[in-house]
């Protein structure tokens, strides 16, 4: 949370999430799947790797 203005932060990140929630719940009702990478986490590309790796057997998987 930023220092200065925290009424204006709390009531942007809150939107801001329910913005999200409701984009996320139409992508689903269209026949999507949602995968959420936060910024932070572009920075590790071994993690990215593993992630789309898991991602990818656990489609697989189901298919299976």
């Known amino acids: 949370m930023p220092a200065t203005r925290e009424d204006f932060w709390r009531k942007k990140f809150a939107e ?3 913005r999200d ?3 996320q719940r139409d992508l689903r ?3 999507w799947k949602v995968i959420v990478i ?3 986490e572009t920075r590790n590309i071994d993690f990215l790797v593993g992630r789309a790796r ?3 057997n656990a489609k697989r ?3 299976a």
């Open 38 to 40: 936060w910024e932070c």
């Open 21 to 23: 929630r409701r984009a």
């Open 61 to 63: 998987h189901k298919e």
């Open 16 to 18: 801001n999430v329910e």
């Open 29 to 31: 009702k269209d026949g």
């Open 54 to 56: 898991r991602l990818q």
